[in-house]
């Protein structure tokens, strides 16, 4: 079993759509989670973080995160064009020992918002 | 703008010839990462280092691969020889500690072996 994983997609939504990003972690010492965004033939970029259970809301974007589940989601509001690309979860164990701070992504998901 | 820097951006190389990354960290950053990405596998980590010091190299094919961080500006990721199934992108990755600090991307380095 994969530490993260990742509902597979690809998801093709709409513009101006919500769009919903899912994923589960294996690993109950995981603490932070990051939701980076990727386009093709780039490097991954930060778009939120999250490591408390609930909510946090940053522009269009929402991070949900239940710890009691082990899952983590992201809510793209009104999607545009340009949301477009792979976005990859992360979690980090932060329990402490020799994986202190190690951070593992899930497989990612293809999202594409057509006009 | 802080960022991390990787080199060669691009490499075209033979089956059996040795190859050599390099990363410098973003200053400050004491936590130094290596991700390789293909199509298949998705992002995989291959190592990391913290105060230059390896603490998980689990991904990393032990026969072929060595990292290292000979000071605390430079990380290295040598494949030694390389094969077709080693083309891929890698990452180089930096953070300052853990928790919610945030990790932030190198370029990439795309490596073809033929």
């Known amino acids: 079993q994969k530490e993260v994983e990742q509902n597979s997609g690809p998801l093709s939504v709409p513009e101006g759509a919500i769009a919903s990003l899912n994923c589960t972690y294996s690993d109950r010492g995981s603490q932070s989670f990051f939701w980076y965004r990727q386009y093709s033939g780039k490097s991954p970029e930060l778009i939120m973080f999250i490591y408390s259970n609930g909510d946090k809301e940053d522009g269009r974007f929402t991070a949900q995160l239940n710890k009691a589940s082990q899952y983590v989601s992201l809510l793209i509001r009104d999607s545009q064009p340009s949301d477009s690309a792979t976005y990859l979860c992360?979690?980090?164990?932060?329990?402490?020992?020799?994986?202190?701070?190690?951070?593992?992504f899930g497989q990612g998901t293809i999202l594409t918002v057509h006009p | 703008d802080a960022r991390v820097t990787q080199t060669p951006r691009h490499k075209v190389t033979e089956m059996g010839q040795e190859v050599t990354m390099r990363c410098q960290p973003i200053l400050g950053h004491n936590t130094v990462f290596w991700y390789r990405q293909t199509m298949m596998q998705g992002l995989e980590l291959l190592a990391y280092?913290?105060?230059?010091?390896?603490?998980?190299d689990s991904g990393m094919p032990k026969d072929r691969f060595s990292a290292e961080m000979p000071d605390a500006t430079l990380a290295t990721l040598k494949i030694q020889p390389s094969e077709p199934r080693d083309s891929a992108v890698y990452f180089c990755?930096?953070?300052?500690?853990?928790?919610?600090?945030?990790?932030?991307f190198g370029a990439g380095s795309r490596l073809t072996v033929l």
């Open positions: 992360a979690g980090d164990t932060n329990a402490g020992g020799t994986s202190y701070g190690k951070l593992t």
């Open positions: 990755a930096s953070r300052r500690g853990a928790g919610a600090n945030v990790l932030t």
């Open positions: 280092f913290r105060n230059r010091a390896p603490l998980d």
